[in-house]
């Protein structure tokens, strides 16, 4: 079973930071002497709390961190302190209005070490006075997912040391008879094999009823100090299914809302097409061009009698195994394919655009066979460096030649791969991504991933509802592209009153013999008595399960549809995202789009969750930005309204003079400003985004005036811009794009290839041009005139609309764009003004760089606002190399 379906629960608990006492030498670091996790798993629903004690035995009061490692799948719900018998609960928040005040009094630690597989980590720091305990209690939900035929289950145990109370405890009730349960013992996250063998000594199973479940582990002291002197560390794993037909599955409807799991069996899978699309270029050299040659091997070997497939090998160049035809799965064909594979080495550059659009049009060119299943399967371990290199254009190209909706299944081979693209490709087009990871089992981690698609006994999978009163609503995805055997289809919604009795559906989809159409009738559960099974839930829990069933599944497909659907207006993003924060706000779920506020004796700050890569995805999708220019309004903190800090990144920024820059950032009231110092001739990278391709680079010139230090004052005397392979110079007198030359008195809007190209007057009466491009970033020129001797012309250069950038953005606006920042330790200096530090977090590295609260010019608008300011001293906001050779240096 592949970890990224896994309902992985991890808990890691970690004494953290020691502060020595005035005069002391040494110091008892605190302790965890109580760790009790509890899971109550009701139908695939699966509550976690997590409850750690910790006691300061020192006399001085010292620091503790809680760590809990959680599923990427799962939503914090609660988190709750008791210290000194006073309970501190949390409040959840939209991110952007999440408030925080950190604590000046004290260090921080900042690395947490590496976060396992497809998991998020959550962390909070307090002081616990001497020979005092604090009470940590989490809680998170997830749905189980269903592949290789199971649910599972995962708590990650390692506290880090021996704990004298340590308990795990499982309760599981399901709507039919539990047939299989298996406990295997302790493991790391390193896949061995998909059937685990042996079981657990230390636990008990207890089976109250066919249908429930009760798993106890209750390792003694001496039992984890047999694994080591730190105690345990590995993956406690609980792995079910329950008894399965062929039929329409089973209904839950409670409290006005309903939830249906479908996973018939007696289905032969049905015939496929199916076209492998494999990275060769250069970095997948070695060790990873092995792996590949070895899971292919498995991938190939498992092919079935009926079943057609072919090879495409890209680099520079793509390269066909078999050209212009579908190859039958016979043993001589596969044995050839396997021969072909083994010789495979990998050289030249990545040619993402035309292996993609040569595979998608050979299988739309093998014809329309119903009973057949098309379907690719395409893996990369970097982003395109040859031919088209706009992933913009690539997912554009795929989707438009995608007209039979053929599946796309997509897989990120190693941290250099293009995560985002590949997410993406698969949203789109109607598959599922995945992330490979660079370790001993990715030759597993492959050919395990193509076992869950490659059996799909259902396609073109359509649910049909229909109630006695006929008023459901806000139903779930209904429609799927395939059902494959061994997984499961979830979907829920809502009954607008409760006067009806039964709810009917219907099934309908196309199997290796044909049409199938599935049928079932449920009758309304009465929620006022439930048939519950002892268990961790109180029955107020139970009564919310359907409800909040359907509201987990709504969010986790909104999130999708935020990643995936890269076109849509901005409008209807920030719908989408109104919508996530709507949800998670009245369910209480911590989303990428929410926080959860920490409320501590003596502050409230932002508890520290780390993501996975499809939460900073969805979290990072484009919303709405105003922009600085005439019918644009920036949101302005409003007089008298308290300062809300909290974590962000760059959402527009630009600038001028000197030069001077001014930058947005998410989250925080103010901007951020600072100076880099140049010399005239020096050429200034503000933005290169390789995967994107767009380049803006400023030459400074001189001014006529010295500045007090004696340096001459500096300019943006010329800009040139590279927007997917258009040039671009712009001047005070001149504007060239591409074969256009424009002049700065033109105000028709202008459309060169993707380009939207407008030039405006602002309040100023002084000339904007602005480069609109494809709906994904908005370059913003302005020209300042010369109006006595004593100036000069040039421009100031604002990116006002960033949503079209990459992670991998560079530059001095561009790599701001996805560093994480905010602003802490405020506080007022001797002067009365306002001090406080600017937290820039790029990965793992974080540095703190002191800024000063002062008024600047805004580097477009030219109004006068507050910004917190570094000067000149960038070193920390600012890294790698951002002075160039030339105007269209890459």
Known sequence: MTTSHQAVILATLVCGIVQFGHGQETTIEPRIYFLHIQSDIKFRFATTLITSKVMNPSLVAQETTFHVTLPDEAFITSFLMTIDGRMYPSQIDEKSNAETKYQRSKIKGQSTGQRPRETNKFQVQVMVEPQSTVTFNLTYQNLLRRNHGNYEHVIYLDPGQVVDDLRVDIAIQESRAINSIKVPPLRNDIIEDYTYTGRNELVSVDRPTRETARIQYYPSAADQRLASEQGLSGLFIVEYDVNRNFDAGDVMVINGFFVHFFAPTGMDPIPKDILFVLDTSSSMFGTKIAQLRDAMHIILNDLREGDRFNIIKFSTRTTFWRPGKVISATRQ?????????????????????????????????????????????????????????????????????????????????????????????????????????????????????????????????????????????????????????????????????????????????????????????????????????????????????????????????????????????????????????????????????????????????????????????????????????????????????????????????????????????????????????????????????????????????????????????????????????????????????????????????????????????????????????????????????????SQVNYLNVYLDREEGLSRHAEGVLGQLHHKKIKIKDIFHDKKGDKIGQLIVQEGRTRSRVRTRLKSRHDIIGQYEEKCWTAHSKVEGLLTGHYFCRGLFDR
């Not at 492959?446 to 049909?464: K, M």
């Not at 901005?570 to 911590?590: D, G, H, P």
């Not at 990428?592 to 969750?609: A, F, M, Y």
Request: contains cysteine; charged residues 25%; neutral net charge.
């Open 333 to 789: 064909n596969i044995a050839d394919a396997v021969g072909y594979v083994a010789t495979m080495t990998s050289a030249g550059w990545t040619n993402i655009n035309e292996a993609m659009t040569f595979g998608i049009d050979f299988l739309n060119s093998i014809g329309d066979d119903t009973g057949r299943v098309k379907l690719m399967v395409f893996l990369t371990d970097g982003s395109p460096t040859k031919g088209e290199e706009n992933t913009d254009i690539i997912l554009e190209n795929v989707k438009s030649r995608n007209i039979r909706h053929i599946a796309i299944f997509t897989l990120a081979f190693g941290e250099d791969a293009d995560y985002e693209f590949v997410k993406r490709v698969a949203l789109q087009n109607n598959g599922v991504a995945r992330k490979i990871y660079e370790e001993s089992d990715a030759v597993l981690q492959i050919s395990g991933f193509y076992e869950e698609i490659s059996r799909a006994a259902l396609q073109n999978v359509t649910f049909r509802y229909k109630d006695s009163s006929n008023n459901l609503e806000n139903i779930t995805r209904h429609s799927f592209n395939s059902f494959f055997s061994d997984s499961e289809l979830v979907v829920a919604g809502r009954i607008k009153n409760n006067d009806t009795d039964t709810l009917s559906l219907t099934v309908a989809g196309k199997g290796v013999q044909g049409d199938i159409s599935l049928a079932l009738t449920a009758s309304i559960m009465d929620h006022s008595t439930p048939k519950m099974s002892p268990g961790l839930s109180n029955t107020e829990d139970f009564h919310k399960i359907a409800e909040r069933i359907w509201a987990y599944v709504t969010i986790k497909q909104l999130l999708d549809e935020a990643v995936g659907e890269l076109n849509s207006s901005a409008i209807q993003r920030e719908n989408v995202r109104q919508k996530i924060i709507a949800l998670s706000m009245k369910y209480k779920f911590v989303t990428p789009l929410t926080s959860l506020v920490v409320i501590k004796p003596d502050e409230r700050e932002v508890g520290n969750l780390q993501e996975g890569e499809d939460a900073e995805l969805a979290r990072d999708m484009p919303a709405t930005t105003p922009g600085p220019f005439p019918g644009y309004a920036w949101r302005r903190k409003k007089p008298g309204s308290r300062l809300i800090i909290t974590e962000g990144k760059s959402i527009a920024g630009g600038g001028g003079g000197d030069p001077h820059f001014m930058i947005r950032v998410q989250g925080l009231s103010h901007p951020v400003c600072f100076d880099i110092i140049a010399e005239p001739g020096n050429i200034l990278r503000l933005l290169r985004d390789p995967h994107k391709g767009f380049i803006i680079n400023a030459l400074i010139i001189p001014g006529h005036i010295r500045r007090k230090d004696g340096r001459m004052r500096t300019y943006f005397g010329r800009v040139g811009l590279l927007l997917h392979n258009i040039t671009a110079m712009i001047d005070p007198a001149t504007i060239n794009v591409g074969k256009l030359s424009l002049s700065w008195d033109d105000e028709r809007p202008t459309y060169y290839h993707n380009l939207r190209i407008h030039i405006s007057t602002d309040d100023s009466d002084t000339r904007v041009l602005q480069i609109d491009v494809r709906n994904s970033i908005r370059i913003s020129i302005k020209r300042h005139l010369a109006i006595n001797a």
